[in-house]
């Protein structure tokens, strides 16, 4: 009975942020509170589907009128400086969008109403499908009513919400939900192999440098080497896996320019290494990581108590 009665909140409070997604959606664009969706980063990252697949170019600079989105190299030639990944997960939403426009004799250009109706339902839909294994994940370490209490904490507690609205077309909705999977499969007492280095893969493309949380699933496998022996053969299979997923990026800079390798901030970076504004990250009115993300806080406190509660709870890994 308890179990059923967790099923029925979960679905209840994941309606309830469908729902006031679809709303808030509406009140920010009908009044001009922000617009259009697919706007500023977001451009960049979307870029890819409407190139590609209406205007043919795999350059994107056919779509990419403002060139702030394309980086010039030195021999003269340009591409989409931002990764790929985003637009893979948005492709299923752009597809709709693309038919819908034929078949209404729509205009067709990957900008118009039908895109920009579909491309918050995929922020929408990632950010439930995120919450989703999120909580899936908790539950293999706590019981269900705090898992059931993290979610709100999570949702409105960060700019996890805003991400999946305001500004749903940039990357982060879509990184929470691929990393949520992701840390629900390493962490899984099944220990899943082609799965997590398929998501890796895809969390690689679509930022990068979160491709750290890769750490997670190389922990579970020296761990379980350490009880099992080393199996040469599944680590190589999950290496070729990501590689393979990871290299799609490089294989768009070859086909658009020649080269397999780029370094896509070219002409951006930090100021000054020696003078960090550590105060100003954590807690600066000009998005400070505390202000903005209160819950954090609280969870830094947490981590003081988290290896005395996990610490039998690992043996998952072994």
């Known amino acids: 009975m308890q179990q059923t009665s967790n099923g029925r909140e979960l679905f209840i409070f994941l309606i309830f942020v469908a729902f006031l997604a679809i709303i808030s959606d509406y009140y920010i664009y009908s009044h001009d509170l922000n617009g259009p969706p697919i706007r500023s980063d977001g451009v960049g990252y979307y870029a890819y589907l409407p190139s590609i697949f209406i ?111 305001y500004d749903s077309s940039f990357s982060h909705v879509f990184s929470f939900c691929l990393i949520a999977i992701f840390l629900y499969y390493v962490l899984h007492p099944n220990k899943h192999a082609l799965i997590p280095s398929i998501l890796l893969g895809l969390i690689f493309l679509v930022r990068m440098p979160n491709a750290i949380v890769g750490i997670f699933l190389l922990w579970r496998e020296i761990n379980s080497a350490r009880a099992n022996g080393i199996p040469l053969l599944r680590w190589l299979t999950m290496l070729f896996v990501f590689l393979l997923i990871a290299s799609l990026q490089f294989v768009y800079y070859y086909l658009a320019t020649g080269y397999f390798i780029i370094w896509s901030y070219g002409g951006e970076g930090f100021t000054n290494w020696m003078r960090p504004e550590i105060i100003n990250v954590l807690f600066s009115t000009q998005k400070g990581l505390f202000i903005y993300y209160p819950v954090l806080l609280f969870s830094m406190i947490g981590l003081l108590f988290l290896r005395r509660d996990l610490s039998y709870k690992i043996i998952i890994f072994n």
């Open 55 to 165: 205007y043919h170019d795999i350059s994107l600079l056919s779509f990419l009128k403002d060139k702030q989105y394309a980086l010039t190299l030195c021999d003269g030639k340009q591409i989409n400086k931002y990764p790929l990944g985003t637009a893979i997960l948005e492709a299923p939403f752009f597809f709709i969008a693309d038919r819908l426009a034929i078949l209404t004799r729509g205009q067709r250009d990957g900008y118009s109403l039908y895109y920009q109706i579909t491309q918050p339902l995929a922020g929408i839909f990632y950010l439930i499908l995120g919450l989703i294994f999120t909580y899936k994940m908790l539950v293999l370490f706590f019981p269900k009513n705090i898992a059931l209490l993290t979610l709100p904490l999570l949702t409105f507690g960060t700019g996890l919400f805003h991400y999946a609205t």
